[in-house]
């Protein structure tokens, strides 16, 4: 098992930045497929961004792509979400998530493994 914190959410202007943390402990990030999440007020829970175990293939929301990056360092077992040019309708509470075993990263179904979200909230 692993067990995910996230930290680094706040509130930020139009056009700024912002980095997301994901403290894993338990395991290992590395053994898992990793992935940010978000979810807007009356709004579904929706993808952002993801990793696979090697690290080497991610993935990305259109809506973010070009703007944000995900990462890892093994070494301190920490999932980063680095969020640049912000809009307001990025605003939204930031989940990490985990998985050992996907069928469709995209799903929040598809994770076994959540932190307990961190609030972002992007002014215009």
């Known amino acids: 098992q692993v067990q995910l914190v996230e930290s680094g959410g706040g509130l930020v202007q139009a056009g700024g930045s912002l980095r997301l943390s994901c403290a894993a402990s338990g395991r290992s990030v590395s053994a898992y497929v990793t992935a940010w999440f978000r979810q807007a007020p009356g709004k579904e829970r929706e993808f952002v961004a993801g990793m696979y175990w090697t690290g080497r293939t991610t993935y990305y929301a259109d809506s973010v792509k070009g703007r944000f990056t995900i990462s890892r360092d093994v070494a301190k077992n920490t999932m980063f979400l680095q969020m640049s040019n912000l809009k307001p309708e990025d605003t939204a509470v930031y989940y990490c998530?985990?998985?050992?075993?996907?069928?469709?990263?995209?799903?929040?179904?598809?994770?076994?493994?959540w932190g307990q979200g961190t609030h972002v909230t992007v002014s215009s």
């Open positions: 998530a985990a998985s050992g075993g996907i069928s469709n990263y995209k799903l929040p179904g598809s994770y076994d493994y």
